[in-house]
């Protein structure tokens, strides 16, 4: 492994951080940024289907109202393989989330089990996800005592 695949490794590291930790602030608006202009995000739960979306505004919009009943955000990014070519990559990455929010009044932790597919493209010297494909495979949900 030569210097600049280790240097590209850490930079895609700290962009699929980044992501992560702009989604627990609820900062979509910077978190998007770290997308390309028109990637692609696609969500599916056990397999089936639920989201695609295309574009930086397409992508804001969805995950600022898919945030709106949700007052804490905890992504814990774990493992992460990449192959990079040149100024493409591609990567897994294994991703535990925690949800906490208001449903039918009650206080609800939401937590999810998640794998994330990604395609990566280096634009004008920085890393950027072009697609994100996120494989939700488990879900547990319960009430939170206060």
């Known amino acids: 492994m030569n210097s600049q695949e280790i240097e590209d490794r850490v930079f895609l590291r700290e962009l699929i951080d980044s992501i ?17 202009e028109n990637a692609i995000s696609e969500t599916y739960i056990n397999g089936k289907p639920f989201l695609k979306l295309k574009g930086r505004i397409e992508m804001e919009k969805a995950f600022t109202e898919f945030l709106k009943n949700v007052e804490i955000v905890y992504h ?7 192959a990079i070519q040149g100024n493409n990559a591609t990567g897994t990455c294994y991703c535990l989330i925690t949800l906490i929010g208001t449903e039918d009044g009650k206080k609800i932790k939401t937590s999810i089990g998640a794998v994330y597919q990604d395609t990566y493209i280096r634009q004008n010297n ?7 494909i996120g494989n939700f495979e488990w879900q547990e ?6």
């Open 76 to 82: 814990f990014n774990g493992q992460q393989q990449v």
């Open 20 to 36: 992560s930790i702009l989604a627990d602030k609820k900062d979509v608006h910077a978190q998007v940024q770290l997308f390309s």
């Open 141 to 146: 949900k319960h009430e939170v005592n206060s």
């Open 126 to 132: 920085r890393w950027l996800i072009t697609e994100r």
